[in-house]
């Protein structure tokens, strides 16, 4: 069998994610904060759903919900059916930032997931090369995450979610913090991973560029409480026409959508 055939990800079953009037409350001594509100969408398999609201809106309080690492105040979440309650090796997260462990090689960071999934066998350490070579890193197995550049770490900590064979991979802002140019690199790099690895993506972002990059659908939230404003869904993915930023921008209907989101965001910001 090939490594690739091996490697295939335990795919979505057709139910998919079902967020389903999702609420949360942060409790406080003063006011409580209505941090989401009656969220309500579901996300299909093999699709990339993008969160997208201005700050504070509570993207990361969903993320963090559907990862089950926050419990729903109201409302409900249901992984192919099955209630989520608590996080799962079936949904891999991605975070914001630096993510990687300074003191283990990028090939002990990217089997770190795997290992405390209690998984070393064999196949597992097929795992940790193919998605290795999926995000470019193969010849960086044995460096160290100082070596590093901040794409390249944020590509270990991708390889690693991805090493896990999650059915639903959760992303905060997983480019955030890199600059621009890097920034577009990672996005065609992930564009072309998902499609491969036939990825369920569920991610948060700002950037209203990525989001039309690599959204099959953008879930819109309000200004506090996050409630779902407007579901869209750019076309821009169908049939694999796009995998550049130039091809992107090239499309007819590129300018006007970014307008419509970015007038949401403007409105939004002005009600927060
Ligand atoms: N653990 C917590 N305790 C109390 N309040 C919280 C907690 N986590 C988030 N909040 C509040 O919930 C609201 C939503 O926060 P959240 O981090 O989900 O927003 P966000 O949309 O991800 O923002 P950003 O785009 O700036 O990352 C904010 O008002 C935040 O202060
Ligand atoms: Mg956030």
Not at 164 to 176: A, N
């Amino acid at each position: 069998m090939s490594t690739a055939a091996r490697m295939q990800q335990p795919e979505l079953q057709e139910e998919g994610l079902v967020v389903d009037g999702l609420g949360k409350i942060f409790p406080s001594r003063d006011t409580p904060t209505v941090a989401v509100e009656n969220a309500t969408f579901s996300v299909a398999p093999r699709q990339v759903t993008i969160l997208l609201g201005p700050s504070g809106c509570g993207k990361s309080t969903v993320l963090r919900m559907i990862a089950g690492l926050d419990t729903p105040t109201s409302g409900r979440i249901t992984l192919n059916g099955e209630p989520v309650i608590g996080p799962n090796r079936d949904r891999g997260m991605v975070f914001q930032g630096y993510t990687s462990f300074p003191w283990l090689t990028v090939r002990r960071n990217v089997a770190y997931g795997l290992r405390i999934n209690g998984d070393a066998t064999a196949l597992a350490e097929g795992a940790v090369d193919h998605f290795l070579d999926r995000v470019g890193l193969s010849r960086f197995a044995d460096a160290w995450p100082h070596q590093l550049s901040g794409g390249m770490r944020q590509r270990v900590a991708l390889a690693r979610a991805l090493a896990t064979t999650p059915q639903l991979l959760l992303m905060d802002e997983p480019f955030g913090a890199l600059d621009a140019e890097t920034r577009w690199q990672m996005q065609e790099l992930l564009l072309d991973v998902i499609r491969k690895e036939r990825m369920t993506v569920v991610m948060v972002t700002h950037d209203v560029e990525e989001a039309l990059l690599l959204a099959d659908q953008i879930i819109f939230l309000s200004s506090r409480p996050g409630r779902v404003k407007a579901v869209l869904h750019p076309p821009f993915k169908q049939d694999a026409a796009i995998s550049t930023r130039e091809e992107l921008r090239a499309q007819p209907q590129y300018g006007s959508m970014e307008q419509d989101i970015l007038r949401m965001m403007r409105e939004e910001a002005a009600h927060g």
